[in-house]
């Protein structure tokens, strides 16, 4: 299995950025994808997620409204579509899949595969 995240980048606060992870070597349309990311110094927290059909989604309370995931199961990749960007958001994005479960969680653990991340510099 493998997740391929790309699209980050520097940015200036108030811009946008749209990830994309691309996975393979698993049954995509079965497997729940979430968005995690790390500032330095700190923890992996949660971002968004994206259930398998694509009709439901949640939110980290830092990014709802500014961030919206979604996918295209015929091309196998999922979007962050990163809005309204604050230095705040500065960090490595990872993608996830948990090929397990029916629904959508934000609990890191419960994901089985984990992409490489790509960094996010917003610069105030």
């Known amino acids: 299995v493998q997740l391929q995240a790309s699209g980050g980048g520097l940015v200036q606060a108030g811009g946008s950025l749209r990830l994309s992870c691309a996975a393979s070597?698993?049954?995509?349309?079965?497997?729940?994808i979430g968005w995690f990311r790390q500032a330095p110094g700190r923890e992996r927290e949660f971002a968004a997620a994206?259930?398998?059909?694509?009709?439901?989604?949640i939110y980290a309370d830092s990014v709802k409204g500014r961030f919206t995931i979604s996918r295209d199961n015929a091309k196998s990749t999922v979007y962050l579509q990163m809005n309204s960007l604050k230095p705040e958001d500065t960090a490595v994005y990872y993608c996830?899949?948990?090929?397990?479960?029916?629904?959508?969680?934000?609990?890191?653990?419960?994901?089985?595969?984990w992409g490489q991340g790509t960094l996010v510099t917003v610069s105030s």
């Open positions: 996830a899949a948990d090929a397990r479960r029916l629904g959508v969680t934000p609990r890191k653990e419960r994901y089985d595969y």
């Open positions: 994206i259930n398998r059909g694509g009709g439901g989604t």
């Open positions: 070597g698993l049954t995509f349309g079965y497997s729940a």
